[in-house]
C-alpha cells in the first residue's frame, strides 16, 4: 500500500477494518488507558523507541531492539503503521522517523493528534487483541535520512546546504552552527486544527527565513531533541523536499568534539 508521510482522521477513519494498518499510539500508558486512545490502537510509549546507549546514531534504539518492539505489538515489515500523540504529533513524529530509518516503507504521522481525532470520531478505552509477529532489522536502511558530524562539517564548508536550527530562540541565540537557520517546529503547526499548516502558509515562512523552497536543495536539520527535528523532517518531506536529513546532537557535544568547528552566536 502506498500512504503518504501524513494522513488526516478521515483517511485513519475509512480504514478501521484494514488489517495491514496500524495505529500506533506513543503517549505515556496512563493517557493511552485512562484517557482513551484511537480505536485499535496499539501503544508503543515515546521512551521504548529512543536509546542514548545504542551503537546507532543518536536516540536510535538499534536495529535488533527497534524490529522487536515492532513485532511485539504485531506489526510486520509489509504493513502500514499510521503514528499519533497528543502533542501536535512532535513525539509520534519521532516513530515515523526512526522506522525510515530502519528501513519500514509504509509509515505515516496522523496530521493532527488525539484532541484533534475526538472532536470529530469516537475513542476507545479498550486495547486491542495483539498477536506478535517476528520482524528481524538488521541495520540501518541504506538511504536512512540520519548523518553524522562528517557530513554537517562538510555542509558548514560547502554552503550548498540548508542547515536548519529547529531549536528555540533563546536556544539559537546562545550559540547555533555557523549559517544556521532556526526555524520551531511549533511555527509549522496550526494551534486550532491542531495539525501541520497548509503549503502555502509554510512555504511563506520558509521564504521569509531565506530558506529555499527547491524541492531538490539539500537539507540537514538539527537539535539535541530528537523529537523536534524529526516532526520538521516529517513536515519537509511530505511537502516535496526530497533530500532532507538530520542530525542529533547539542552544542555542548559539538564544541567537545576533537577538531571542532567554531559554533556562531
Same mark, same amino acid.
Given at each position: 500500500m502506498s500512504v503518504p508521510l501524513r494522513v488526516d482522521a478521515s483517511w485513519v477513519a475509512d480504514r478501521r477494518d484494514d488489517d495491514a494498518v496500524t495505529v500506533v499510539d506513543v503517549r505515556d500508558r496512563w493517557e493511552y488507558e485512562g484517557l482513551g486512545h484511537l480505536p485499535g490502537a496499539v501503544h508503543i510509549?515515546?521512551?521504548e523507541y529512543r536509546d542514548a546507549e545504542s551503537s546507532d546514531p543518536g536516540t536510535l534504539p538499534g536495529a535488533d531492539a527497534f524490529g522487536?518492539? %515492532?513485532g511485539e505489538a504485531g506489526? *510486520?515489515?509489509d504493513d502500514t503503521i499510521v503514528a499519533y500523540d497528543d502533542t501536535h504529533g512532535v513525539f509520534a513524529?519521532? %516513530?515515523v522517523l526512526t522506522a525510515l530509518a530502519? *528501513?519500514?516503507e509504509h509509515v505515516a504521522l496522523l496530521d493532527g493528534d488525539f484532541s484533534a481525532w475526538r472532536r470529530a470520531y469516537e475513542t476507545s478505552d479498550e486495547p486491542p487483541t495483539v498477536e506478535s509477529v517476528d520482524y528481524e532489522i538488521d541495520s540501518l536502511a541504506p538511504d536512512a535520512?540520519?548523518?553524522g558530524r562528517e557530513a554537517v562539517e562538510d555542509a558548514i564548508a560547502g554552503g550548498e546546504t540548508t542547515l536548519i536550527d529547529t531549536r528555540n530562540q533563546d536556544e539559537y541565540d546562545e550559540q547555533h552552527l555557523p549559517g544556521a537557520i532556526r526555524l520551531d517546529w511549533m511555527e509549522l503547526v496550526d494551534e486550532e486544527t491542531r495539525g501541520v499548516?497548509? +503549503? +502555502? +502558509?509554510?512555504?511563506?515562512l520558509l521564504a521569509d527565513r531565506g530558506i529555499s523552497t527547491d524541492r531538490d536543495q539539500p537539507i540537514i536539520l538539527y537539535c539535541n531533541t530528537s523529537r523536534r527535528l524529526s516532526h520538521t523532517?516529517?513536515? %519537509?518531506?511530505? %511537502?516535496g523536499f526530497a533530500d532532507v536529513a538530520v542530525y542529533e546532537g547539542s552544542m555542548t557535544e559539538w564544541r567537545q568534539a576533537d577538531g571542532v568547528t567554531e559554533t556562531a552566536e
Open positions: 510509549p515515546f521512551d522487536r518492539l %515492532l506489526i *510486520g515489515p513524529a519521532r %516513530l530502519y *528501513g519500514h535520512p540520519i548523518v499548516k497548509d +503549503a +502555502a +502558509a509554510i512555504e511563506t523532517f516529517v513536515v %519537509l518531506r511530505s %511537502l
